[in-house]
């Protein structure tokens, strides 16, 4: 027998001839069907060990229309996604959750809309099983266009103006809230707030919650917007001294846009916590070494993402899903900022 052509793909036929078995019985082997006798298995896996062969995921997928890859898709600048903590934990929590499943997580990001559309018509080409979709912004339709197409999809985060079939969120409300009522006690009676986004459900909910707790107190809102980043806390904090120079409080709706603001205040002479206190929402690995440590609102975003992957992962599987929704429950971790 001549030497055979490295460059060429082994093929099934190859496979089935060398172990001496017809082409079925080598696709159940590569499927894993239990119809196989211990003899034959033996032989086509010395076969394909032999020959190097590769099974061909395409030619598989259009026989069984499972990929085993599901997206994250983030509709978020590079930057954001790879200097953000938040976004990290979500990736980690999903990874952990996936890790057994033989499931391939894809990371897509999308900015404008060109992208967008392309990463839609992707999406929705039968190359995924399954879409996980976070920091969504406004009414964006790329969800239910994805259900519609029959793609499971799961979102972290409530977006607002939508009632998607199946969410994973922090009851944010209720954790601004309780870092208001935090301050209140502590005597503090000009509250700011550093509020973030409101095209998406965060940014609002994390703001309702700011109102409740002073309207109920009986004091004004002192209210300028962030984009969730540490630059946009940095802008927001020069807005808010030039607006109100005698505000005692800063909650701001994210770590990085609290320590944005807690530099501009430290070099405007404030002492935080004594002229100013300082409450972040999110307790990112940053809140514990700031300086001084900032008090903040502790989110598992670990858990949001392994929360977000066990449910893609029923849906896709087919399980009826008891609750669509997971609401998880937030904390106050008080340190020196406030």
Do not use: C, W
Not at 215 to 229: K, M, N
Not at 281 to 310: C, K, N, W, Y
């Amino acid at each position: 027998m001549g030497m055979r052509r490295v460059s060429a793909r082994p093929t099934l036929e190859e496979v089935a001839a060398r172990a001496g078995v017809g082409r079925g019985t080598v696709s159940r082997v590569i499927n894993g069907s239990p119809r196989v006798s211990a003899e034959a298995r033996e032989a086509v896996l010395r076969a394909i060990d032999e020959l190097g062969y590769v099974p061909n995921r395409a030619a598989r997928t259009l026989v069984t229309r499972r990929t085993d890859t599901v997206a994250l898709v983030v509709a978020e600048s590079e930057q954001r996604v790879f200097d953000e903590p938040f976004f990290a934990g979500i990736i980690r929590g999903i990874s952990t959750e996936l890790s057994d499943t033989g499931l391939q997580l894809l990371l897509a990001l999308a900015q404008s809309p060109a992208e967008y559309a392309r990463l839609e018509n992707y999406l929705t080409g039968q190359h995924v099983d399954g879409v996980l979709l976070t920091s969504l912004h406004g009414d964006d339709p790329l969800p239910a266009k994805l259900e519609a197409g029959g793609v499971p999809t799961v979102l972290g985060g409530r977006p607002p103006g939508l009632s998607p079939v199946s969410y994973v969120d922090v009851d944010n409300r209720d954790g601004a809230r309780q870092a208001v009522d935090h301050l209140l006690r502590q005597g503090r009676r000009r509250i700011a707030t550093i509020a973030g986004p409101q095209d998406m459900g965060v940014g609002v909910d994390r703001l309702t919650g700011y109102r409740d707790a002073l309207a109920e107190a009986g004091l004004p809102e002192l209210v300028v917007y962030g984009d969730f980043s540490e630059a946009s806390g940095v802008q927001a904090a020069y807005e808010l001294l030039e607006r109100d120079p005698a505000m005692d409080a800063v909650f701001a709706a994210d770590d990085p846009m609290a320590l944005g603001a807690m530099r501009v205040l430290k070099k405007e002479g404030r002492r935080i916590p004594e002229d100013v206190a300082v409450i972040g929402f999110e307790d990112s690995a940053s809140a514990p070494i700031a300086d001084p440590p900032l008090t903040t609102v502790h989110q598992s975003v670990e858990e949001m993402g392994r929360r977000m992957a066990r449910l893609l992962i029923s849906r896709i599987q087919g399980e009826a899903v008891a609750d669509p929704v997971v609401i998880l429950q937030p904390h106050l971790v008080v340190r020196e900022s406030a």
